[in-house]
């Protein structure tokens, strides 16, 4: 796995700033206040600090922002990055800072002078998170990444309150790595086997092979994987820090490759059909956040993995599926995948575990980018306190969630002349049918979020605190919810 860059929290030391290797960095309030540490490097650099916080180049950077200096006089650092932060900064800023740090770092060593500023933790967190490069497939010798040094006034407190961020970016690493994974590496098999090595960190972890899938009745979720050479699978990983309550469920779409099948999709773009099993990679995440910082509560994760191609034994369009439930499926369109492997998953959370709420995650549609673009993932749910509370944490954790109707009108157009129901409804509210889908394999007494994460799961620009490719999106959100609703203290 890809490991975040080593972070040190220090007692601030004056005198090694001058000597101090690689890139400096140091804070300046945008009034242009300096504190002790910004003020030496002041006098060491003769005045470049106090000229650069009275310029109008300062005064039109935001609070978050960072202003470099190139092999300043009198420090040994080839960068001095200043800062741009109030001594009290909201979480929001000092994680920017913390990425736009992570830019100027490269793969060099940073030494960050932030005294007494408070919000320590988060700003290296953001620096973490923004220090992510996916480099398993480059050939050529990728320089080791350098550790981080932070100098802070109370080293011990700010290193208790980065720890849990520290987990957490473990998790939002393992979600980009196995996004980011072509999908000739990242099969079933090997997806799965990765999910049973998090028993080291405390998960317990089952996994269903076809032969099990089928004596269960999955054959929805079977069906979209018969054309592959790769075997269907289920994972079910447990993570009991709880009591005895019953269980949040977080359910993951895992088609690791999606050709449409039968209803094969174009050529142009199908590459990006190795994220396909982003909603399974964030669910892996969570767990692995959860279990890394021994969270106290009672969460399973349950993932779908299956690869969609079309071969002499892909089923075809107008093939009638029976679901777990009990419900059949007349499957207009190959392509339309995704429901018929979560309508089985998301049956079996419930039967098992009777969980005290499920949020099901997937890369379900493209019209959800139609609708949302890359900003929000597409919020469908059956209870209004609950989806409050997702978005709420989404909200306070800066991922983009943006809630959407469901409703009978749309749940009409799913109609089957010859099953129970189809599996596609026509191209008009493309996301909102799938969803539609999702809720008749909800029971009425669980309260359910569905996030479609289309959008978002992997992007082709940078964004705040991911460069381009896999952003992790959703795994900071749920373990804030974890956190904030299902913790035991
Ligand atoms: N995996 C796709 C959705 C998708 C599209 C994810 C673009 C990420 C980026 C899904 O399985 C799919 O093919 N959906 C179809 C549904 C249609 C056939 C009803 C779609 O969105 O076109
Ligand atoms: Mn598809
Ligand atoms: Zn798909």
Known sequence: MTTPIEISFTETDIDALAGADGKLAIVVTPEGKLDAAARRVNRLTRGAVQRLA????????????????AFPAGLSAETLAVVKLPRRPSVEQARKAGAELAKVKGSATLTVAAGALTRAADLAFGLVLRAYEFTDHKTAESEAQAGAVVMVSKPEDVSAAAAPMMAVAEGVFFTRDLVSEPSNVLT????????????????????LDEAELETLGMRALLAVGQGSESPSKVVVMQWKGGGEE??????????????????????????????????????????????????????????????????????????????????????INTDAEGRLVLCDVMWYAQDRFQPAGMVDLATLTGAIIIGLGHENAGVFSNHDGFCESFLKAAASEGEGAWRMPLGAAYD???????????????RPAGSITAAQFLQRFVRDETPWIHLDIAGVASVKAETDFAPKGATGWGVMALDRLVRDGYETE
Not at 55 to 66: L, Y
Not at 256 to 275: C, H, N, R, W
Not at 413 to 425: E, P, Q, Y
């Open 188 to 207: 079933t098999t090997e997806f799965a086997a990765r999910l049973s090595a998090l028993s080291d960190l405390g998960l317990e972890i089952e996994v």
């Open 412 to 426: 009409k157009m799913l109609k089957s002349a010859i099953a129970d129901m189809k599996n596609v409804g026509g």
């Open 246 to 331: 019953a269980p949040l469920a977080l359910v993951g779409k895992g088609v690791v490759f999606d050709t449409g099948g039968i209803s094969l999709k174009p050529a142009g773009g199908m590459e990006d059909m190795t994220m396909d099993m982003g909603g399974a990679g964030v669910v892996a995440g969570v767990m692995r956040s959860l279990a890394r910082r021994k969270a106290k509560a009672n969460v399973v994760g349950i993932v779908g993995l299956v690869e969609n191609m079309p071969d002499g034994r892909a089923q075809r369009p107008g093939d009638v599926v029976r679901s777990m439930k009990g419900d059949t499926i007349e499957v």
């Open 54 to 69: 009275s310029s109008s180049r300062w005064e039109k950077a935001k609070p978050g922002d960072v202003v470099s200096l």
